[in-house]
């Protein structure tokens, strides 16, 4: 059992502040100890990592804006083997080219956490309006199988949480985790209150106390999960995206691959329960559930409540962590309610993971749009009243 | 040095070579390269189908180690014998196997 | 790997229980891994605080074979990493070991630019013309006219001039041998791991397989004697006139050796004249 560590004070801003996304987003790496950033600027991620230029020299760390999305991505992985906590930050051309080394942390297991920001896509789209259309592209974005975590914030005060968690997830998995903002929450400013150093708990990296001699790199602990060691520390590891044996050895047949990638799926997806969270609104009585996630989600809590003054029984289940996906959750309600609203910024993306889960039973509807503009409550009322005939 | 000269006595070190038989895969740069020229191609086979080098004239190879400093494989090298260690160039080793012309392998 | 009396002086540094290794007969990698094998006894350096990255291809492969921290990545991203690996920990010294088509062509973009930062660290470049691992396809090192599998009627493009293009980046060590010169290698790698700053030393090497096989140079001995009679050594030579001529002379030699703040200096230089004592250092441990 690990035991949680507390936030070292000097990184963390204490007090309420009046803050964007994106600034609460950099405020949260670093209270959960971010200590080197790569990145390259995209709208409208990048306030996140000028504020972290502006602030880690004072903190202690290294911010480097490197000559592409390609090199911040694997920047941040060889710092981590060198002992750093790392982020960095992109939207949705980013985060495209940024998918080979996210598939090569998850292959390697390198914590990490990776922001995106998401505006209107497809390609360059609307680097200054908002959209949710990289939600399956988190899920499937690098090739080959592995499972990832992603969490999605709907307010600055989330935004500042959620780093945190995401840092944590990431250490007590060995993993790299996606905090999925859009522009609407990162770029909105509201109060966000940063608590005291002590009382924020961070998951420390789980590194090995066996000696060189007995310590294998990918040798998983009983959770499934490997300890680590950082370079320099006389263990001379290998490490390697090639399919590799607990040695970090290549060893590429099918028998390999069967042990290692099983055991990268397994370790987060036998961990579903533990990992997933959502919140509901008003679903005890519901009979139609709207799915909402980010800044839509905001919108259709509003909707909500317009839905219930006019009577109709409808309730909100919003994705705080959207992968793994809450499929538990939605065949729980799916037995009883009739209809699935599913409101997101894009042509349908979530919205699969509801259909699939939920059954032929029960209706699932898309209220889904290209992105460039929030949803109006009352679009999402009128869906509701569709969905209540 | 060619052939037949005798070392000379008054040198201090003598050289040595070793040679991983079935590691090597016969590409020559230690026989080429080697200034003394004291290596040269096995007749027999190894493992794998290559002939690997053997030390042709023991008493002319200085240990320089630069066939060791050639080798892709790591499968030769040379090392440096002072004089008083006349039985590890006289391959008396129990383990060893000297690479040279005379072993029957 | 062996059962001789005498260890191999080169055993400590590989990881004996992956050998053999998976290169060609007469392929030069091997040679220049010997090399930095020396190079790393006469430097005196801690192993446990030397890190090898490497990218994609035949010349990747070192990272696996070496017994050091040694981290085989994406390709073309081996610098990058470096980098990172580097500033987290300054302590490491921090090689890159990597081949001419990884390091040079996806690449590319990342040597110039650490090359321009001085970023702290050494890049092996085993130049043999070809993308060896994949099958023999046309390099951007490869000689105008040469045969490839993707240009089968003969290279049109002309060929980078690597320790040009690494001196006019700002690399302070710049170098090219060929992997017939292994003493001089060895001692290359020497300064080039002793020195602060962006080091490059380019050794060429013969893909016997493949890009000799294609254009008729013979076996790797062939090459590795053709290296010897058609170099020159020329210290100091002007890196624009270093082009690889392969009908004529092939210059080699140490030709860059300056000093210039590193990346991590001039970070820490600034960030200190501006912030003075409210700068907090690079954190880590």
């Not at chain 2, 002319?60 to 180690?65: F, L, P, S």
């Not at chain 3, 690996?85 to 921090?94: G, R």
């Not at chain 3, 000093?259 to 501006?274: A, F, I």
Request: with cysteine; net charge negative.
């Amino acid at each position: 059992m690990t035991t949680l560590t507390a936030a070292t004070p000097k990184s963390v801003l204490t007090g309420a502040h009046f803050l964007d996304g994106d600034q609460a987003a950099c405020e949260g790496a670093l209270a959960a100890g971010a200590n080197f950033v790569a990145g390259y600027p995209i709208t409208p991620s990048t306030e996140i990592v000028e504020r972290f230029a502006s602030r880690i020299p004072t903190v202690g760390g290294v911010f480097l804006q490197m000559e592409d999305e390609l090199a911040s991505s694997i920047a941040i992985v060889g710092a981590a083997w060198g002992g750093a906590k790392v982020f960095t930050v992109t939207s949705g051309p980013g985060f495209s080219l940024m998918m080979e080394h996210l598939g090569y942390a998850a292959m390697t297991e390198t914590p990490l956490v990776l922001v995106d920001v998401q505006r209107g896509g497809p390609s360059t789209g609307l680097p200054t309006l908002p959209g949710q259309g990289d939600m399956m592209q988190a899920r499937w974005g690098s090739h080959g199988d592995y499972e990832i975590i992603a969490l999605c914030p709907n307010s600055p005060q989330e935004c500042f949480d959620l780093m945190i968690d995401a840092f944590n997830l990431s250490e007590e998995y060995r993993t790299p985790v996606l905090v999925m903002m859009d522009e609407s929450v990162g770029h909105m400013t509201e109060k966000v209150v940063i608590p005291e150093a002590e009382s924020i708990k961070i998951f420390p990296r789980r590194y090995t106390s066996l000696p060189p001699s007995e310590y294998l790199p990918f040798r998983p602990g009983a959770d499934g999960i490997p300890e680590m060691v950082k370079a320099g520390d006389g263990y001379r590891i290998h490490v390697t995206g090639l399919t590799h044996d607990e040695k970090g050895y290549p060893a590429m047949n099918w028998q390999t691959q069967k042990t290692l990638v099983s055991r990268l799926v397994k370790k987060i997806r036998d961990n579903g329960d533990r990992i997933c969270r959502w919140e509901e609104h008003q679903t005890e009585d519901a009979d139609i559930v709207l799915v909402a996630y980010g800044i839509t989600s905001r919108v259709a809590q509003h909707a909500v409540k317009m839905a219930r003054a006019e009577g109709l029984r409808v309730g909100l289940l919003r994705l705080i962590v959207a992968w793994p996906f809450p499929e538990k959750r939605i065949r729980e309600l799916a037995a009883r309610i009739h209809s699935f609203p599913v409101v997101e910024m894009n042509y349908g993306q979530m919205f699969y993971e509801v259909e699939r889960l939920a059954g032929s039973t029960v209706r699932t509807e898309l209220l889904g749009h290209g992105g460039g503009m929030v949803h109006q409550p009352e679009e999402i009322l009128q869906a509701i009243r569709e969905a209540a005939k | 040095m060619p052939e037949g000269t005798p070392a000379p006595k008054t040198r201090k070190f003598r050289g040595q070579v070793f040679i991983d038989w079935d590691c090597c895969k016969g590409c020559g740069f230690c026989i080429e390269f080697c200034p003394p020229k004291v290596l040269q191609f096995s007749e027999k086979f190894n493992e794998h189908g290559y002939h690997p080098p053997l030390l042709a004239n023991e008493e002319a190879c200085t240990g320089c180690d630069l066939c060791g400093l050639y080798c892709p494989d790591f499968a030769i090298y040379g090392i440096r014998v002072p004089k008083e260690s006349q039985e590890l160039a006289s391959g008396k080793q129990p383990s060893a196997i000297p690479a040279s012309a005379n072993e029957k392998l | 790997m062996s059962t001789l009396p005498i260890v191999n002086p080169v055993e400590p540094f590989l990881r004996t229980d992956r050998m053999p290794h998976i290169w060609c007969p007469g392929c030069g990698i091997g040679t220049t891994v010997n090399c930095f094998a020396r190079a790393l006894v006469e430097s005196k350096l801690p192993l446990e605080k030397v890190a090898v990255v490497s990218g994609i291809g035949c010349t990747g492969r070192v990272a696996g074979y070496v017994n050091l921290d040694s981290f085989h990545t994406t390709h073309g991203r081996a610098i990058p990493f470096a980098t990172g690996l580097k500033l987290a920990n300054p302590d490491l010294s921090v090689v890159v070991y990597s081949g001419d088509g990884d390091l040079i062509s996806i690449g590319g973009n990342h040597f110039i630019h650490a090359a321009r930062r001085n970023v702290d660290i050494t890049v092996i470049c085993v130049n043999n013309f070809i993308y060896g691992m994949t099958g023999g396809q046309v390099a951007p090192t490869t000689p105008l006219g040469a045969t490839a599998s993707t240009s089968p009627y003969g290279c049109y493009e002309h060929a980078f001039n690597l320790p040009f293009l690494a001196e006019s980046s700002g690399a302070v060590y710049v170098a090219r041998w060929t992997a017939f010169h292994v003493r001089h290698i060895a001692h290359s790698m020497v300064e080039a791991i002793n020195k602060k700053g962006f080091s490059f030393i380019e050794i060429l090497a013969p893909c016997p397989t493949l890009y000799q096989r294609r254009n008729k140079m013979g076996d790797g001995l062939d090459t590795m004697k053709f290296y010897k009679e058609r170099s020159i050594i020329k210290n100091g030579a002007r890196t624009h006139d270093v082009d690889i001529d392969l009908q004529g002379q092939i210059t080699v030699g140490k030709f860059v050796d300056i000093e210039r703040p590193t990346l991590q200096q001039s970070m820490e230089q600034q960030l200190r004249h501006t912030l003075r004592d409210q700068y907090a250092g690079m954190g880590g441990d």
